[in-house]
Every structure is written in structure tokens, then in C-alpha cells.
């Protein structure tokens, strides 16, 4: 049931996302066919309704914004899966875009006018080339990640079946609420007979880290994700929104091969003879 919930979730974000983009657009087209538009609507006081709308305009820069943060996200990660957090963000988002569409006031007077036939087509072609090379370029990114979908089908189809109804791969002994812990890695280690001057448990993620790179060749932006690393971005983290997901399962799938390599045995390199 869970899972159907999640997966259900994430198509509630999906459909929700195209609704309020599209409302949106038409909206600011002001086009008569529309319940309400920027334009209209009975026109109030100038202050209130430059007032309202601009509470609107910022709680939308609020949300868009604070969410995105890696320290809002790790908080929010104690209340919510990590499998409906994009959409989650998505669905906030897109409830904000109505709210501001649909409580917009006009303003008593005109602010800017373009009544000119040349410069009223120009700007009218302007305003749908930008929208036509916005959707062109959500084409060239993962959509679906960006959206949330790809994480909730991940959930649906992959993880459930290793997970059930945790949120851990690997939870904790006491409790499927937290992951396993430090001294759980640490103890099995010892009962392995690995000592603790001879390795620790990060001491396995360096090792993974280096072997990633230079043996099997990754880039190193896959591997800081798939460590949880802050990736640098020259943009700032705050809008990079890349998951690498199919790649970072090709790396872990390669990852496992090359351990299982490992326990069959080291691969024998023939050496030609010197002549």
C-alpha cells in the first residue's frame, strides 16, 4: 500500500507541475478563456494589491529557494522520504504558481502599454519563443528526475522489494527508522578479523573513492553523489538539481562486479616472454 501511495504521490506531482506551468503561461498571455488572468479581475486600491501580490511573489522565491538548501533538505529528511522529497518540492511549487494566479489583483491603472502594431508582435513573438525554448530545453535535462518522477519509480519498482516498508537498504538493528550506524560497520569489521589499526569503515569509502576513479574509470561527479558529497557546481548546489541515477546504477552494478572478481580470486595478466 505504501508504495502504491508513493508512486501515486509522484504522478499527483507530475500531472500538477504541467497544470500549474501551463496555467501559468496563459495567464500571464492574459488569454480570455481563462477563469482568471493578470489582467483580470475587479480592480482595488494600488498599495493592497501591490502588497498582495508581491507576499505571493515572495513566499513562491521563499520556497523555491529554502528547499533547495542541502541543510533545509537534511532536515526535512528526518519527516520525509527521500523518494517523494523532489516531488514534494514540486507540488509546493506548483500550489504556490496557482495561489499567485489566482489571488492576483490588477492594478486600478495602466503601467505600461504597447500600442504600436510592429512593437505589440514583436513582443508577442518574444514572449512565446521564450516559452517554446523552455520547453526545448527541459528536453535536453532528465525531466523526470528534475520532477521527482524518476525517484518515486525508483522506490516502486527497485527498492521496495530490498527495502519493504523502510526508508535504509541497511537500517539500523533496533529500529528501521535510522541507518546502520558507525559502530555496526565497525563491529562486524572486528568479527571479520579486521583490526582497527588495519581499517575503519570510512576508510572503505576512500578506498572505493580512488578505485572508482582511477581503476574503473567513472567521472568523479557520479562518485561525490553516490558519497553523498556537496558536488561543486559553478552555479551554486542550490540550483543543481542532477541525480545521475542510470549512471551511478551502472557504476554500482561495475562496482559489484569488480568486488566479486575480487573474492573469486586476482585476475592472472599473462607476460610475453623476452625475445
Known sequence: MKRIAVFGYGIIGFLLFHTSLLYFIGFIANL???????????AGAPLPALLLNSVFIVLFGLQHSIMAR????????NFLSEAIERTSYVVLASLLILMLSW???PLPTVVWRVTAPAGYWLLFGLFWCGWIFAMFASGL???FDLIGLCQVYAYWKDLYPVTGQGRYVFPSARTADRPMSDNAILSAMRRMGIEKEEMSGHGFRAMARTILDEVLGFRPDFIEHQLAHAVKDPNGRAYNRTAHLPERRAMMQSWADYLDKLRA??????????A
Open 32 to 42: 480570455s478563456f481563462l477563469p482568471k488572468t493578470i489582467d483580470s479581475g475587479e
Open 70 to 77: 542541502p541543510k533545509f533538505k537534511r532536515w526535512w529528511a
Open 103 to 105: 489571488h492576483w489583483q
Open 141 to 143: 535535462i532528465d525531466l
Open 265 to 274: 580470486g586476482a585476475e592472472m595478466i599473462p607476460f610475453r616472454k623476452a
